[in-house]
């Protein structure tokens, strides 16, 4: 009798959702932030009374970064942003379940490995917007693709951070 090497079946439940739709997804998720960007930027320039954008930028930096980890943990914690919705990808911690604020918040802190490394490139050698905007491309594409050595095709922030991104089953009327 062969043993048997592969893993057991995952759970409908628990499939990941295919590197497309994941794509997809985060870059509708860009698309809101800018209306969470404005908002954010409109409350800061209105209680610190700053006239000139470059005024207070990186106050307003560090404003905009606990104002994302705000949004990102509270809607993981309840399991889809808006995006993830649209998309219906969901968000849970590695036995299915939905996510603690603080686990929610880790995530956030890890998904940060998007875009600090080209950040930090550009900032080291004080490339231009469009050398910084093709080190950033070329990353994401990059961090995308190696979540194709994952196991389970998660990408690697989610590993780090002990959380999945699952296929959420649509809303039965």
């Given at each position: 009798?062969?043993?048997e090497t592969?893993?057991?079946?995952?759970?409908?439940?628990?499939?990941?959702?295919?590197?497309?739709?994941r794509?997809?997804?985060?870059?509708?998720?860009?698309?809101?932030l800018f209306g969470v960007v404005f908002i954010a930027g409109y409350l800061f320039s209105?209680?610190?009374?700053?006239?000139n954008a470059m005024d207070n930028r990186h106050a307003l930096q560090?404003?905009?970064?606990?104002?994302f980890g705000?949004?990102?943990?509270?809607?993981?914690?309840k399991g889809q942003t808006l995006a993830m919705k649209t998309w219906r990808i969901r968000v849970v911690d590695l036995q299915g379940q939905p996510l603690t604020q603080g686990r929610a918040v880790i995530r956030y802190l890890w998904s940060w490995l998007w875009l600090?490394?080209?950040?930090?490139?550009?900032?080291?050698?004080?490339?231009?917007?469009?050398?910084a905007t093709v080190i950033t491309?070329?990353?994401v594409t990059v961090w995308a693709i190696l979540s194709r050595f994952h196991p389970r095709r998660q990408f690697w922030h989610d590993a780090l951070a002990g959380t999945q991104l699952v296929n959420a089953e649509p809303v039965k009327k």
């Open positions: 009798m062969p043993l592969s893993a057991p079946p995952i759970s409908p439940a628990l499939e990941t959702p295919s590197l497309l739709r794509m997809a997804c985060w870059l509708y998720e860009g698309i809101l209105a209680l610190s009374q700053t006239k560090a404003f905009i970064f606990v104002v705000i949004y990102f943990g509270w809607l993981w914690s600090l490394p080209p950040l930090l490139v550009s900032w080291l050698f004080t490339l231009s917007g469009g050398e491309l070329g990353w």
